[in-house]
Nanobody, 124 residues
Framework: QVLLVQSGGGLVQAGGSLRLSCAAS????????VGWFRQAPGKEREFVGAIWRSGSRTSYADSVKGRFTISRDNAKNAVYLQMNNLKSEDTAVYYCAASTYIGDVVLQGLYPYWGQGTQVTVSS
């Protein structure tokens, strides 16, 4: 069992920045693909981005490309979501998720392990 603990988030003005962290309870976190998802009020949860095991490859949703950056520090068993130039439409609960499986990283079903979620609110 893998426990993912998220931190960061909060309230920020439009144009501001926030960083979310996702810390894993396993030492083998470097073997996991990690995805970030978000769910806005009244909407379905959607893919934000993902980072591959070594951290050399990332993928982003078009809506956040160029503004969000995912990175990881495998020595600390952690993955980060840096969010810049935030917009009101980025307001959502953000989740990290981890998987050892290889597949389409945008699919939520790929990920058996999920963080508890953290609220990000962007005021306009």
């Amino acid at each position: 069992q893998v426990l993912l603990v998220q931190s960061g988030g909060g309230l920020v003005q439009a144009g501001g920045s926030l960083r979310l962290s996702c810390a894993a309870s396993v030492r083998t976190f470097s073997t996991y693909v990690v995805g970030w998802f978000r769910q806005a009020p009244g909407k379905e949860r959607e893919f934000v981005g993902a980072i591959w095991r070594s951290g050399s490859r990332t993928s982003y949703a078009d809506s956040v490309k160029g503004r969000f950056t995912i990175s990881r520090d495998n020595a600390k068993n952690a993955v980060y979501l840096q969010m810049n130039n935030l917009k009101s439409e980025d307001t959502a609960v953000y989740y990290c998720a981890a998987s050892t499986y290889i597949g389409d990283v945008v699919l939520q079903g790929l990920y058996p392990y999920w963080g508890q979620g953290t609220q990000v609110t962007v005021s306009s």
